[in-house]
């Protein structure tokens, strides 16, 4: 590689003497408009329970929802996520809470779109929250099938979209499911309603305080290797976007975050789509731990949330989202 320029008339230090400097020849930056905050819901009336495995994170009733959503109005978050802890009585092998006009989502969803107009909701498409044995889909033979699944992701995510949900976000995985949930969509007026597909999620070993978030953790039997991206793989991930582009899908997902940097950077070099990333749960609880701990500093947070900027994500979904949203406000 060709050196332009010799020492001691280049300096590369120059430019990283002082803060303002630093600040003028920054690459990547990153502002509230990159954060996506997610939420967990509960049943019942004025609760906010904390989660023993997400330091700082918590499940909120529905009457309590209201005031984390206008706290990220206020910091200027363009999309929230919903994710709900599903009461055990209401859960089955087939997941059929998840049609059910009064489940927690919906009933968020109607709450949220009555007070609010200038913050965005996506909602998770996916069984797990709702099966008894913790997958994504419906079992058949100790497996998750495919198009049986497909047949109620499909009228989960109309369901969702006519309670107002403005980003479908199907999770689960199962093939097809974007250009299914396009189709019906269109067929019902929601032309305008986006997609936002888990394109790229892998079978990680990152997910468990968020299974615990929604309580399927416990249920789970088994794992999801059958049906979530071998971590092993990469070049698998662009067919996974390619096929979901082409069935429809407005932006992409890529599931974990930090440990699959180059997996971003690779969607974002082959396909001129916005790519999303989520610092899930486990990476969070490191990182917050970590610093309880004084192992690392605060700025690990921002770090880790520029790295994703650098690998060229265009948002993030991130359980930092409020406290990094007070840094850039104050800096």
């Known amino acids: 590689m060709k050196i332009l320029g010799k020492f001691p008339s280049t300096r590369l230090r120059r430019t990283r003497k002082k803060d303002w400097v630093r600040r003028l020849v920054s690459e990547n930056n990153l502002s509230t408009d990159d954060l996506i905050l997610p939420i967990f819901i509960r049943d019942g009336k004025n609760k906010i329970e904390k989660i023993k495995t997400m ?167 088994g794992n999801k290797k059958s049906y979530q991206m071998d971590f092993k793989n990469c070049n698998e991930a662009l067919r996974e976007v390619g096929f979901d582009i082409k069935e429809g899908a407005d932006m992409v997902m890529v599931k974990p975050g930090m440990p699959y940097l180059d997996i971003i950077k690779l969607i974002k070099d082959n396909f001129k789509i916005p790519v999303f990333s989520y610092q899930v749960s486990g990476e969070y609880s490191l990182i917050k731990n970590g610093i309880k701990n004084k192992l690392i500093n605060n700025e690990a947070i921002l770090e880790s949330l520029i790295s994703f900027k650098r690998a060229g994500s265009s948002a993030i979904i991130t359980y930092f989202a409020l406290e990094i949203a007070d840094k850039i406000k104050n800096n």
Request: proline share 4%.
């Open 55 to 221: 330091p700082g994170i918590n499940r909120y009733s529905i009457d309590k929802v209201n005031k984390v959503v206008e706290n990220a109005c206020k910091k200027k978050i363009p999309l929230i996520a919903l994710f709900p802890y599903t009461p055990n009585k209401k859960k089955n092998n087939i997941g059929t809470e998840a049609l059910n006009e009064d489940n927690l989502v919906c009933k968020a969803l109607r709450s949220i779109k009555k007070n609010f107009n200038e913050i965005g909701v996506m909602c998770d498409v996916a069984l797990d929250p709702y099966t008894n044995h913790g997958h994504d889909g419906i079992l058949k033979d100790q497996d998750v099938h495919n198009d049986k699944t497909l047949e109620i992701l499909k009228k989960q995510s109309l369901l969702q979209a006519q309670m107002g949900c403005d980003i479908i976000a199907p999770s689960d995985m199962m093939d097809g499911r974007v250009g299914v949930i396009r189709k019906i969509l269109d067929k019902n007026n929601f032309e305008d309603t986006k997609i936002l597909s888990y394109a790229v999620k892998y079978a990680s070993n990152f997910y468990g305080p968020f299974r615990d978030a929604v309580g399927s953790n416990k249920k789970l039997k």
